[in-house]
């Protein structure tokens, strides 16, 4: 992997590591607010560990109404303060909140309870039972049975629960592990997994290559071609400037330095001759172009 493509990618491993961190759980409670409804009639909802100094249990994100389950809406917006309640139930546990609200603004109190049958599947599949801060970092990301499962189908090594976090930060999902399955991708380790999604390698971004020739390509070239932006129609027009199929380190360094094929087919009519890849290379780092008629 380039210089460039390593950087990019530790970039989108440090973010996933801070959303991680952000959903880092409290102790036996934490503390709510709701505040207004913003487009589209969304609730922001933030979570606070009030017995962390650090601050390092706090979760922020916003909700559809319908997820917060028993939420009276009507007395949420009223005016005037009346008990507020409502529950956040997912796969992996669920919080219980209650408190006081009105004029589209709430506080209160929640307790937090991990889902057994959810805990009972990562032991049964030797992730392991999480601690209290990864069963509430699971709730939070909304990490679900069907990336375990698919995971498991797709015959990955078994993943950690940082992993199940990362990938489910990223938007990895079932449909995702068997996209990339049927394409002919099953990287080596989880890690390659992270980096396709943090780059948004696709499926239907594999097919575009494939449909030009550039079928079942390595998991490392395929990162090195999204990190800089390398896109079917970039090959194919140096394919029409008669360079045929160029090889991915050939791509990558046209790309890195800014050597289009509009930039080759000039510096070709100026020279009279076609001049090779290290050619338009090295006219493009020294700052050389074809001169303009």
Known sequence: MNRLAAFLLAILFATVTVSSACVAAPSDWLRF??????????????????????GDGNWSTGFDPSDLAGLDVASFRASGSRPIHFSLVREAGRLDCSGNGGDRHAAGNCTFAPDPAFTQLLASRGIGQPTRAEAF??????????????????GY??????????????????????????????????????????????????????????????????????????????????????????????LVQLKALGVTPDYALAANRQADRRLSVDQLVEMKALGLGPRRR
């Open 33 to 54: 607010t709701l505040d207004g409804e913003g487009s589209g009639g969304r609730i922001h909802a933030s979570f606070r560990d009030e017995s962390r100094a650090r």
């Open 137 to 154: 970092g699971l709730m939070a990301l909304d990490v679900r049975r069907a990336l375990v499962d698919g995971l498991v189908a797709a």
């Open 157 to 250: 090594p078994t993943p950690s629960i940082d992993d199940l976090m990362a990938l489910t930060a990223l938007g990895a999902n079932r449909a995702y592990i068997d996209g990339m399955a049927r394409a002919g991708y099953r990287p080596k380790s989880l890690k390659s997994l992270i980096e396709f999604k943090a780059l948004g390698i696709t499926p239907e971004w594999i097919s575009g290559f494939a449909r030009i020739g550039y079928a079942n390509m390595p998991g490392d070239d395929l990162v090195q071609l999204k990190a800089l932006g390398v896109t079917p129609d970039f090959i194919a027009g140096f394919n029409r400037a008669g360079y045929g199929r160029l090889a991915v380190d050939q």
